[in-house]
């Protein structure tokens, strides 16, 4: 599956690219791996890609890169994006921009 998944995220298919990201993720020595296919699909314009990048850098300390993908995947309509973004600046220590951005998710929280 995973060889497929690889071939299929080769030629551009973003969904493999995230399963791929995901699974690499989950082992510390493939960590660098799972960043260079999300990294990929963002450059598809993958919004959920860019959430998952954006807290990966974070987590690792680049947090304006990773505060960066956050907020422009939450500006462009992604709702997990934009509770990712929320518990980020609740955990930076940013009450007034958690603020904003809660206010901004859509009704049905």
């Known amino acids: 599956m ?14 493999a690219m995230l399963n791929i990201a995901r699974i690499a ?9 799972a960043e260079q296919w999300l990294r990929r699909a963002c450059e598809q314009g993958s919004l959920e890609a860019m959430r998952l990048l954006g807290a990966t850098l974070a987590k690792k300390g680049d947090l304006e890169e990773g505060e960066l993908l956050l907020r422009s995947s939450a500006e462009a309509g992604h709702v997990e994006a934009m ?6 600046y609740d ?5 007034d921009e958690a603020q904003k951005v809660w206010d901004s998710i859509p009704d049905g929280r």
Do not use: C, M, N, Q
């Open 25 to 33: 993720a989950r082992t510390p020595e493939d960590a660098d791996e």
């Open 91 to 95: 955990w930076r220590g940013l009450p």
């Open 2 to 15: 995973i060889a497929e998944w690889r071939a299929r995220g080769a030629s551009g298919d973003v969904e």
């Open 83 to 88: 509770y990712t973004l929320y518990h980020y």
